[in-house]
């Protein structure tokens, strides 16, 4: 984390990453604006993810905007490390279970009015609408992968790969959970055709090369 100050009007139009600039996330009163580093990564993930616009809709704030528009007292806001956004045709949920895949740890789910509160709080805390119903999870936590060879029995997850496989490099595999010597040899080819190590074994570069 590295919370930096700014100047709108010096500094406003600087590039803060691909596509986010300082003057997003001023505040509505006051020159100057914090913000935290691992705040505008979590949000261009976002927006590369889902290939639409982020609008900004509350960045910065200082304690005095954020106690007059009814804000928790210490809010994120007033730390340059929290931003509330809106993306155009995408649901809050889905937004929400993306950035949770991040890592991220502070997220805000807000259905009723259709935005999402992202932060960079250190202790996890998720939450939906106005309400602040907490939730343990928006679906988006990562899955451990098992590690699969020819011979191995775990059919949901051969049955993944084969799916993979088929889309991926056209194997015209049955999809079936059987990891076989067919599967074996459409796991060694689509490996070789990636460049990784063909040993027929589906590992974490396998697996994130299929898009898994």
Known sequence: MAVKKYSLKKQGNLALSKNFKVKEFACKDGDTILIDSDLITYLQKIRDHFGKPVRITSGYRTVAYNAKIGGATGSYHTKGQAADSVISGVKPDDIA????????????SYNDDMFNHIDTRKIKFYWRNQSCTAVSTFGGGKTTKPT???????VDWVKKLQTALNT????????????????DIAVKAYQKAKGLLVDGIVGNKTWAALGL
């Open 148 to 154: 699969l060879k020819k011979g191995v029995v775990n």
């Open 97 to 108: 279970k993306y950035a949770e895949s991040l890592g991220c740890l502070g997220i805000g």
């Open 168 to 183: 991926k490099n056209k194997s015209g595999l049955k999809v079936d959970g059987d990891f076989g010597a067919k599967t």
